[in-house]
C-alpha cells in the first residue's frame, strides 16, 4: 500500500511531516452545523517541545469554523497547554467512569 492510498482511506487526517517523517497527525470532522471536532492529535516523541502541538493549536484557531476537541478532565498538563495555546473551556461532562474537559479553538 502507497503512501497515497493510505491518504485516502483518512480524509479528516493531517500529517505533518518534517524532511519526509510524520512528525505528527491530527483529525478534524465536521461535527454540528458549522462546526468541526479534533481529535487523535498526536506528536511523535522524538518531535515533542519543538513547538509542533502549539503550531496545530495555532491552526485549529485558524481553521474555516469553530473546532472543538476534548481530554479526560484529569490531565491538567493537557488541559494548561490547550488554554496558554487559546484552547477556551466549553465545559466539563461526565462519562461512564470519568470526566472528559471540552475545548473549542
Known sequence: MSEGDV?????FT????SDHTVV?????????KDTAYATRIAVH?????????KAIC??????EQPVYLDCWNGN????????ENGGHIIGV???ADYEICVFCF
Not at 493531517?14 to 511531516?17: A, C, H, I
Not at 505528527?24 to 454540528?32: D, L, N, T, V
Not at 491538567?76 to 488554554?83: C, G, R, V, W
Open 45 to 53: 516523541p522524538d518531535y515533542q517541545g519543538a513547538g509542533i502541538g
Open 76 to 83: 491538567e498538563k493537557l488541559k494548561s497547554f490547550y488554554k
Open 93 to 95: 461532562f461526565p462519562e
Open 58 to 63: 495555532t491552526w485549529l484557531k485558524g481553521y
Open 14 to 17: 493531517y500529517v505533518l511531516l
Open 24 to 32: 505528527a497527525s491530527f483529525c478534524i470532522k465536521p461535527y454540528e
Open 7 to 11: 491518504i485516502k482511506e483518512l480524509p
